[in-house]
């Protein structure tokens, strides 16, 4: 009864926050409308493509290959715009209790286990990664508790199929698992067969990122993918970026923590991992080792918006310090250090992520994180009466260009756009001094 009271509440709150977010339209085209697309395309049998915001028809699987879009797609005729937000705040109560089933396993104090949820549920990266739009990893990442599960269980075939699921989401998560699956091996280095298994999946990820970074991407658009000017530093592709990693160690090490901008978001996002769980994460060191790819993709990057403790680029984070802080108290002698630790613990947690509602170095967007606030459940830059109005008089089969933060709203068509792409599209719809302004395309000129 506990654990069921936590997670409503947990689903309350998550509600509060996401759906709140976009009924009050905080939620943006990239990256929930180019998402809730792909989906109304997959779930028509068409192939989504990149000119949703760019000017390009390139396969929208060679900007990121994600394989849950396509799964997922028969679940937007039961829950329309709304479908990905909810399986994504799912995912994560279902990783909560993945996390708890986990604890269970390495103590038999059932309150470090309810503790270790509820740290997981208030974890400030998972906070951040709801209140802005819908990706994948989100749910991808609350796999790696039943995937521990599973193979300390020795159900090896729920171990492979949880890899595989992570592993489809995103062409990055492979690469993390190769380091979770290489930690692990610490962990059952006296267990020869799960010993193979982890050498199993680690060899599969390994062939799963190659195949997918090398092969099919390249074979889907020749140019890199539009997001990998962050690392064009380093190289063109991910063999030139461990190429450069292995022949430039010491600039990676300090490029991890220096702040070129001078704004501090590297050392307070550092400062709430620590204060997360991450100080009595040390205890398990070789789980640190998980962190690694991580924190690299984020501060080896040239671009300021991933090093901060916004987005959802912080919430693998919370699959590894969590698990790590509670297993880690779960095997200490003393029951009162245990209790203490445990309740310091959540109550950290909690702390952060209010703290990060009101950051000092990182900008975010307040209305969107801030569920305790009544700028959250408003929306001050148009009349959402009005633009509902609109939106809904727009006849379903014309092609739309509109502002970003209208097209989740317009995203179930076969023609819709992140003005100012577009260009050709049957109407556009954007915000004008306050006021959603629709404009018909006749004869090649725009009439309102």
Avoid at 2 to 24: C, T
Avoid at 308 to 337: H, M
Wanted: net charge negative; hydrophobic share 50%; proline share 4%.
């Amino acid at each position: 009864m506990i654990v069921a009271a936590v997670l409503l509440v947990a689903a309350v709150m998550y509600a509060l926050l996401s759906f709140g977010n976009h009924y009050y339209y905080h939620t943006y085209g990239l990256d929930l409308g180019v998402y809730s697309h792909a989906l109304y395309e997959y779930a028509h049998l068409r192939m989504p493509d990149c000119s949703f915001f760019m000017e390009s028809n390139r396969i929208l699987l060679s900007d990121h290959f994600d394989l849950y879009l396509p799964l997922l797609s028969p679940l937007i005729y039961l829950f329309g715009q709304y479908t990905l937000l909810l399986v994504q705040i799912v995912a994560v109560l279902l990783g909560a209790l993945g996390v708890y089933r986990l604890i269970c396993m390495y103590t038999d104090k059932w309150w470090i286990a309810v503790a270790a949820m509820m740290s997981f549920l208030s974890f400030f990266g998972i906070w951040h990664a709801l209140a802005f739009d819908y990706h994948s990893n989100v749910v991808a990442c609350m796999w790696p508790p039943w995937l521990m599960v599973a193979l300390r269980r020795q159900q090896y075939g729920k171990y492979s199929l949880f890899l595989i699921l992570i592993c489809i989401a995103k062409e990055t998560l492979p690469l993390w698992m190769v380091f979770v699956l290489m930690a692990l091996m610490w962990d059952y280095r006296r267990n020869r067969k799960a010993l193979c298994w982890l050498g199993g999946g680690i060899m599969f990820c390994v062939i799963y990122l190659l195949i997918v970074s090398r092969v099919l991407m390249p074979t889907m658009c020749p140019e890199p993918s539009p997001g990998f000017w962050r690392y064009s530093y380093m190289g063109d592709n991910i063999t030139d970026v461990a190429k450069w990693l292995f022949n430039n160690p010491v600039e990676a090490v300090r490029n991890l923590f220096s702040d070129t901008s001078g704004s501090g978001q590297k050392l307070e996002f550092y400062c709430c991992l620590f204060f997360s769980g991450g100080v009595i994460c040390l205890l398990k060191p070789h789980w640190l080792l998980m962190l690694i790819p991580l924190i690299a993709q984020k501060m080896l990057s040239v671009d300021e918006a991933f090093w901060g403790i916004g987005y959802q680029y912080n919430v693998e984070c919370a699959t590894v310090v969590v698990p790590a802080t509670f297993i880690a108290l779960a095997g200490l002698k003393s029951n009162r250090l245990q209790y203490a630790l445990s309740v310091i613990g959540v109550v950290f947690a909690v702390s952060v992520t209010v703290y990060t509602c009101f950051p000092r170095a990182t900008w975010i967007r307040s209305e969107n994180v801030r569920v305790f606030s009544l700028s959250h459940y408003r929306n001050d830059e148009f009349d959402l009466e009005k633009a509902r109005e609109i939106i809904d008089s727009i006849p379903p089969e014309v092609s739309v260009s509109a502002a970003s933060c209208l097209t989740p709203h317009l995203a179930l068509r076969h023609q819709i756009y992140c003005y100012p792409a577009g260009q050709n599209a049957e109407y556009r719809l954007i915000i004008e001094d306050g006021n959603v302004v629709l404009i018909k395309q006749e004869e090649n000129e725009y009439e309102e």
